[in-house]
């Protein structure tokens, strides 16, 4: 049976004498408080799962105390944290922590992934590494996420190990007078319809930062007919101050009031699916965010380095660390990036925190450490994440005029760099402006990598892979799947069925390779993703890059509209554009330039060239994608945001011929079912020996192709 402990008690006198705990003047974690344990974990009523000579696992969940002194140098540059400080001159936060580890404490590895959580969302160690006898420690890092926003000044919650999302708890930011601090933001509302009030979204949660009046006449309303992706406006008209309200939901007639995030807008008439609506006030009130990187590096330290807190509270994780690997994917992968730009890999006592980093289908610098910021933004219009060095190696920035500059300035520096793996898809190439890190903010040379950076490109997938297996490329497949959303602030939905090519084989061989890399410092394959230097970067368009004319799909795709361009923006003097930090005064931001953007060329097929092999590649069932076309609103014809797609080949000559099409069917490549197994199997031979699939997992795919539908 496994048992559950309950949580620890959590009276807010407890919390408040926590809080005001004198301690020495080097920052860091002063105190944990585990929550809830629950060992064995993994299981399904009284069955639990055992991973090979790890045996069972166990999870802790709590919450970690820290304290941060501005005057310190590697926390002096975090925006505003003069202005968070208390009266004995700390700045201090609560983060929430789940540690991953076998219940057998001398069967752990000595490795430990810390995992950035994305968008608060829990992140657990996979049972791949659980079968190293791998531990697993996911901490909080973002200050503005939803689920923590509701818990400022409340009681505060911890994450469960079984659900529940992460948060770190900051001090608002104040003037040294008291007063609130103020400043201009915008925000957009699209795709909406109807009377109701409409609420204010990044991404998928609500922008954080309240009025600081109510009059909107101290504020702007327009609506917007149409805008390309790299800002071109057609159909701006103002709304009159009288028309619109700031709300807590209800309508324009039947207010209610604005109490709490989410702050909505009530506007007089509705809203107007086929217009964009953009406000900008002014906010107050907001959170020194970049705390957010102090925060992660304190607490990877104290688990990996200490054996106590200061009331004595044993480390969970004294002694059991030898080797550490940071991971972040996605948004978390963008933070881990930023975090080693600003020099965090290092903590208080010179000591390099982490041994290696990998950011997964991130390609740029997180956003986070300005007033006003909003991590959970995605590149949409006027979004900020793509100022300053995006690449490894010093390198001038020369289409913005910027110094010669790179991620690992800090790190290298204070000899703290760890070592690297990347790893992207298609989507991050024409959705998230990958491309600058390769080439530079003016195309004209591949930009060189480090000895201490691996990188590896997944031709044509999507955003983090896709579902996997053989049929989901098949054309009876997509008559029956759903309709793919595209991700971003109610972007809308997809002309193309999802892209099936999947991460997960690659995901796992990568993560052996990193582990030896760092454990015994034997090299992982070398990189391979295009390069101008093979002539397979071109310009985004379907001439340069070979891109086949297939029937049912526009003429010009891909063309200029469906890539997300590299934007210059000027976001006033107080901002800093090479770490993006400081005061942005332009909200929105006005536009300098747009940038020069190179993608991958494909094959005959519209398959991309130049990446790691996969096995879906190899013995492709169709042209995989990593863009889509949005399919109706505000954004109809445009990219489907971070979406890949896909178009099946025929089944049979005649079908093919049929329709026009100029690819080879199922059958003109592969003659029957037993053809096309026995090429997954040459194909899964090829990937085995270029070091990306494990064996486990070839033998995973034979099975799947012989019990797919193709060809039957």
Known sequence: MHTR???????????????????????????????????????????????????????????????????????????????????????????????????????ASGMLWHEVPNRGRPVLLSPHEREFGDIGLATAWQGDNASMSAALGTAVRSTMTTGGNHWLQLPAVKNPDGSSVTGPIFARIINRSGLNAQPLIVQTNPLPYMPATHDTGKATLVSRDHETLDGKVKGETPIAAA????????????????????????????????????????????????????????????????????????????????????????????????????????????????????????????????????????????????????????????ARKLPTRSIQDRCMASKTCPKIIEHFGAAEIWALKLGPEWVGTDPKEDIPLPANVRRYYIASSTHGGGSGGFNASLAEYHQKAKVVSCPGNNWGNAVLPANPLSHDEPWRAIAVHFRNWVINNTAPPPSRYPTMREGQLVAPNKTAMGFPTIPGLRATAPEADLINPLLDYDWGPQFDPNDASGIPGNAPPGIRQTLKMLVPKVDADGNEIGGIPVVLLEVPLGTYTGWNITAGGFHAGQLCSYAGGMIPFARTKAEREAGNDPRPSLEERYGSHAGFVDAVRKATDKVKAMGFLLEKDAAALINQAEASNVLK
């Open 5 to 107: 402990r309950p949580f620890a008690g959590r009276i807010a006198c407890a919390l408040v004498a926590a809080l005001l705990l004198t301690a020495p003047a080097q920052a860091r974690v002063t105190r944990i408080v585990i929550d809830q344990t629950v060992t064995p974990a993994f299981c399904k009523g009284d069955a639990c799962n055992s991973y090979g000579a790890a045996g069972q696992y166990e999870q802790l969940a709590g919450r970690a105390y820290g304290e941060l002194d501005p005057r310190d140098p590697l926390n002096s540059l975090i925006q505003d944290i003069e202005l968070a400080k208390e009266a004995d001159g700390k700045v201090r936060y609560i983060a929430t922590f789940v540690i991953t580890r076998p219940v057998d404490a001398t069967k």
């Open 243 to 398: 028309d619109w309200k700031f709300c807590g939901g209800g309508t324009f007639d039947e207010p209610v009031p604005l109490t709490q995030l989410p702050v909505q807008i009530c506007l007089k008439g509705g809203f107007n699916a086929a217009k964009l609506y953009q406000v900008v006030y002014t906010a107050k009130d907001p959170y020194p965010l970049g705390i957010g990187f102090a925060a992660w590096r304190d607490l990877g330290s104290f688990f990996k380095y200490a054996k106590q807190d200061d009331a004595g509270t044993p480390n969970p994780l004294a002694g059991q660390i030898t080797h550490s690997i940071a991971r972040g994917r996605s948004q978390s992968g963008n933070y881990l990036r930023g975090w080693l730009h600003l020099g965090f890999n290092q903590d208080e006592t010179q000591r390099q925190v982490h041994d290696g980093m990998w950011p997964v289908i991130a390609g740029r610098r997180i956003a986070l450490n300005y007033r006003w910021a909003q991590p959970d933004g995605v590149l949409e219009l006027y979004q900020a994440g793509s100022e300053g060095p995006q690449w490894w190696q010093p390198y001038p920035d020369r």
